[in-house]
């Protein structure tokens, strides 16, 4: 998105403790295997029970509270005698909820969602971070969409014209205690819009698993999702340079504070970072995107390793 890339470009230029290495971004680009990015963009499988309008609900409820999941224990739940974490640790305690018979893909329930029914929702080994926030995003979004769009969440999307631009400016603008996400950096307001942007990205999921036949169109102008796996994985490639003493705090497992010149710093670079591979896949002659780029990095994420180093530590609703 213009908006996002035009926002870091400050960052970009005056970034003291995060570097990019373009000398490494070719080295990484060599490692993409032919067809690697072609890969399916979405992360999960939709529900064979759920209507569209349902499943598209369920993109915007779990992307209005797909954050935070780091501490100490890490909060995990159990699904079916498995362990879950992270961001597919929500997934299934959200389909656990509604075979369970919460109404959670309804925008009046969710209006109204109690403390103890969320509690229940998102049962674990461990209280989930930043728990009262999660409350208050479901029931902003609840009410939102209850008064604006009459209960559809299909509805903010037609009003979009299922464009991904369009439908992210929308959740900045409508619903900002929601889908905000800016931070200022000397003077200046930085956009990354990570949640909002994963909205589209999971609707065009819903379109490569055949769940809805309506395209989305500009899915090619979304930047990366910074968050803290994407810049793990750009680090580990040589991409990301952190300064000694950030280097230090993040290998050690000292929390960045949410806003702070650095997390700025390492969320901008991260975007530029990827900005920068998908001009040289282009270049290379490789048709890609950046939430191409961004789901490959995620997918090799997964995969550990022991010489991996830690993501950095942020407690935000941001990512």
Known sequence: MNRILRSIDIVVKESAAVSVDERAIKAFVDTIKLNELDKP?????????????QSIAY?????????????????????DDKEYDGSVGMQKAMRRAIKSGYDLLSADYLRSISESDLGDILKGNSKIPLFSERLEMLQALGHYVSKRY?????????????????????LVD?????????????????????????????????????VS???????????????????????????????????????????????????????AMTIWAVELIVRHLKKSGKST??????????????????????????????Y
């Open 41 to 53: 963009q979405y992360l999960f499988k939709g529900d064979e029970s759920f209507s569209l309008e």
């Open 59 to 79: 993109g915007f409820v779990y992307n209005a509270i797909n954050f935070s999941f780091w501490g100490e224990p890490k909060w995990k739940v159990y699904v």
């Open 289 to 318: 995107n950046a939430l191409q780029v961004d789901n490959l990095l995620w997918r090799r994420g997964q995969i550990k390793s022991p010489n991996d180093k830690p993501y950095h530590r942020t407690r935000t609703i941001s």
């Open 213 to 267: 036949n309506h395209g989305i169109s500009r899915i090619d102008e979304l930047t990366a999702l910074a968050d803290y796996k994407v810049p793990q994985m750009l680090r580990k490639y040589g991409i990301l340079k952190y300064r000694e003493d950030l280097s230090r705090k993040v290998d050690n497992f000292i929390e960045i504070k949410a806003g702070s010149s650095e997390e700025i710093e390492i969320r």
């Open 174 to 210: 409508e619903i900002p205690s929601v889908f905000n996400d800016e931070e200022n950096y000397k003077g200046k307001m930085v956009k990354f819009y990570k949640r909002a942007q994963l909205v589209p990205a999971y609707l065009h999921g819903l379109e490569q698993q055949g």
């Open 150 to 170: 009459d209960g559809s969440f299909m509805a903010i999307v037609d009003e979009s014209g299922w464009d991904a631009v369009t439908l992210i400016e929308n």
